[in-house]
């Protein structure tokens, strides 16, 4: 399978404590992003990289979050001191080179904060 | 605040219907309109305008963009059940460095026998 993948899919964690997803893009494609949806939403908008630099952030992002790209490839979401308002469905998506793109997505991580 | 609108909400309709989807738009400096089709899984990518006019069509999925008025519509001729799903418009922002998308909340059709 040669499409976006997440790692874990499913993510049950206890209030306070700090989690981290993974994203493998499309092997081709320098743009990533990150997306949270919750119900009946769309996705959100949290953070983009283009190779291994991050260049854009969301003010939805508080200080909790971080992203980080190494050699732009795959990429790692880490929450800290988790909230209840964190539970969510993380997205990753990635598109190639220069716009408008088609941003092909991952299945998602659902988190799910106790 | 740049946002995109998507109406219905929320749509039931039976197989062989036709149905008209609507996403209406504002951001600062537009670059492209995106559809995607979202079951319960990630969003699948449908189509990309960017002209004004100019229909996009792929089997009974169509759309259309009216950059003057600021909206698209998705039109779905001969639904099927399988055609039931959230439909998603997304906006490119052109912004300093990257194209930003921003989301609209969806409109979730359901179609039965």
């Known amino acids: 399978d040669t499409g976006v993948s997440q790692d874990p899919r499913h993510k049950i964690t206890k209030r306070g404590q700090n989690v981290t997803f993974r994203c493998d893009p499309i092997?081709?494609?320098?743009?990533l992003y990150w997306y949270r949806q919750t119900l009946g939403q769309g996705p959100e908008f949290l953070t983009y990289?283009?190779?291994?630099?991050?260049?854009?952030k969301s003010r939805l992002l508080s200080d909790r979050f971080s992203a980080e790209r190494p050699k732009g490839s795959f990429s790692t979401l880490e929450i800290q001191r988790t909230e209840q308002g964190d539970s969510a469905m993380y997205l990753c998506?990635?598109?190639?080179?220069?716009?408008?793109?088609?941003?092909?997505f991952g299945p998602g991580t659902r988190l799910t904060v106790t | 605040e740049d946002k995109v609108v998507q109406s219905p909400l929320s749509l039931v309709v039976h197989e062989g219907d036709t149905v008209t989807l609507n996403c209406s738009y504002e951001?600062?400096?537009?670059?492209?309109l995106l559809w995607y089709k979202q079951e319960k899984k990630a969003p699948t990518f449908l189509f990309m305008l960017?002209?004004?006019?100019i229909e996009k069509k792929s089997g009974r999925l169509s759309s259309i963009l009216d950059k003057k008025e600021l909206f698209s519509i998705l039109n779905i001729t001969a639904t099927q059940t399988g055609d039931s799903a959230v439909y998603l418009c997304?906006?490119?922002?052109?912004?300093?460095?990257?194209?930003?998308?921003?989301f609209g909340p969806g409109t979730s059709l359901s179609v039965i026998p």
């Open positions: 951001v600062t400096n537009f670059r492209s």
């Open positions: 998506a990635s598109s190639f080179r220069d716009g408008p793109y088609e941003q092909y």
């Open positions: 092997s081709e494609h320098n743009r």
């Open positions: 997304a906006v490119g922002d052109m912004k300093t460095s990257y194209d930003k998308v921003i």
């Open positions: 960017t002209s004004s006019g």
């Open positions: 990289f283009q190779n291994e630099a991050q260049l854009e």
